[in-house]
């Protein structure tokens, strides 16, 4: 028995039909408030079409295209649930890239970049174990990587350990890419 288009499915059926584990809808749910079943009695979800056509669209912007949760979280919040659903439909919204040119612009992005960069490797002498010692806090606790740009009083510094000058617009940079670094770590060990 097929049911209509328009027909509300269950959590089994949209797992089959997205080739996702029952948990990981569950737990998109609780990452993504846009996604709403409906729950009756048991605690038995019906996705409406709708949530199931956002979840397409998350897993493709996840799975094909690359995206954290984050990122995700961050295209809904500015472009809304049409522009997630429209990936769930195959439809690639106004402005927005198929994932081939997307990782072919990638490539060509990255070349440019690595011709840029300086090696720093052979201009810096090596350090050794009693320099890196010394720039350790007197207390023995280790503050994290923004914890040791403060000084005594609290007060961020002008300068990092380097002496490179750290904004609040740097810090918050930092913040933001740790926290994307720790996401990739939570999906690599999720692939363990």
Known sequence: MTKSPDAFRTISEVSDELDLPQHVLRFWETRFAQIKPLKRGGGRRYYRPDDVDLLRGIRHLLYDDGYTIRGVQRLMKENGNKYVIA???????????????AQARGQAEETVYEEQMPNIGSTQSAVTVEELTQRLPDDGKSKGLLGRLRNKNGQSSANGADGIEINDEDRRHLQATLYELLECKRLLDQVR
């Open 87 to 101: 990936f769930g439909r195959g439809e690639y919204p106004e402005g927005a890239v198929p994932a081939e040119s």
